[in-house]
């Protein structure tokens, strides 16, 4: 079995990833020209789509910051050593969280402190809905794959039997809870940049943005900057190892999946307090699945999970432009677009990896030779 290729870390967090995007446009140009399309002119309208107006900016925007949060709970996980693919029903529980928050205590209070109960119990429920896989797999060796996918079915029937039965609006057919009050409405971003003076479209585009790039620095910090976070990336990156040196396992494994869970939790709070204005069944729409590989492209980074959501904001929103603008272009080739940079970002992240050693080799040894040919 072939080793993993050591690269520096300038290499392996920037370049790689900016290596297998560049194949995987090249194969998506090839497949496009195939079924008859002009690459450039598809590239060139979906980035006109996506960053060709303030309208499009917002759109990606958006997506963008569902993303964030799902990269990010995939990414906590990761480094913990565990595959967390339950982002879509941690999402779905912490919409249900939010929205409990919402109807109960929107009347009475203001949104200053609103907000942030509906931002908490987001995080709560989610952070619940990952602790019993989490528990599962450290008590008792369940594979946590396994029993976070079960989960997300699960999740998804809880939802439906309560926005058919205990939540749902009297008289509309449709399965969702009645309206929030104003006070459970994220402010717009079109609406603070008014304020400030600045002329800006209405778009579903709202203040989770900050919210996420907060969770981003949260995350570094906490992963990177502290001391459980060294200890929690040490039982990820060799569990015996962190055993023999005091770190316990269990405890780790929880943490790491409560904090993914409430990461993901925190997708409510763009779609339901941003947009959307109450709770809906199929709120999530597939985010959870699209953070796995999100982390992946962002090589499990905050830094790179942040510019890999951007990168699918704009397929989102420039696609959805493709399928207006050129004739024939469905919506299953922005999905093929997407497979093929989810295959060369995640599956096939590796493959460049040893010709950039070899090339990384030969440069550092020509350099070295040339010093010691000078000194």
């Known amino acids: 079995m072939s080793q993993p290729v050591e690269l520096p870390r300038w290499m392996d967090l920037a370049l790689l990833p900016a290596i297998n995007l560049g194949l995987a446009l090249v194969v998506s140009a090839i497949v496009l020209l195939v079924v008859g399309h002009d690459p450039g002119q598809v590239l060139g309208l979906l980035i006109k789509g ?20 799902t990269g990010l709970a995939v990414a906590v996980a990761f480094h913990g050593g565990l595959f967390n693919i339950g982002g879509e029903g941690q999402a779905m529980l912490g919409g249900l969280g939010a929205a409990l928050a919402a109807l109960a205590l929107a009347p009475y209070l203001p949104a200053w402190l609103m907000l942030p109960l509906m931002v908490l119990a987001a995080m709560l429920f989610g952070l619940a809905w990952a602790a019993v896989p989490a528990a599962l797999q450290a008590w008792r060796g ?58 800006w479209p209405r778009t579903p585009l709202n203040l989770s943005l900050l919210l996420a790039l907060l969770a981003a620095v949260g995350v570094y910090l906490a ?27 269990r405890v780790q494994i929880m943490r790491s999946m409560m904090l993914s869970g409430a990461l993901a939790g925190l997708v409510a ?11 809906l069944a199929e709120f999530v729409a597939g985010a959870g699945f699209a953070g796995i590989a999100v982390s992946l492209i962002g090589r499990n ?24 603008e050129i004739q024939g272009f469905s919506r299953e080739m922005v999905f093929t677009l997407q497979g093929l940079i989810v295959l060369f970002a995640g599956a096939m992240a590796q493959v460049a990896a040893p010709a950039l050693g070899r090339l990384h080799k030969a440069v550092s040894t020509r350099q070295r030779a040339a010093g010691a040919a000078h000194g």
């Open 50 to 69: 996506a960053f060709g107006s303030k309208a499009g900016l917002g759109y990606t925007l958006y997506y963008a910051t569902t993303f964030i949060f």
């Open 301 to 324: 980074h905050p830094v790179g999970i942040v510019l890999a959501s951007l990168l699918f904001g704009a397929l989102y929103q420039g696609g959805a432009e493709l399928a207006f």
């Open 269 to 279: 709070i763009n779609e339901l307090a941003g947009v959307q204005g109450r709770l």
């Open 142 to 199: 369940s594979h946590i794959v396994i029993t976070t996918i079960m989960f997300n079915f699960l999740a998804a029937a809880l939802l439906g039997y309560l926005l058919v039965g205990t939540l749902k609006e009297p008289g509309n057919m449709a399965p969702e809870s009645r309206a929030f009050g104003d006070s459970a409405r994220m402010p717009g971003v079109h609406e603070l940049l008014g304020w400030l003076g600045i002329a």
């Open 223 to 249: 992963l990177f900057k502290s001391q459980s976070g060294y200890a929690l990336r040490a039982v990820g990156f060799a569990p015996e190892a962190a055993r023999y040196a005091g770190i316990a396992p």
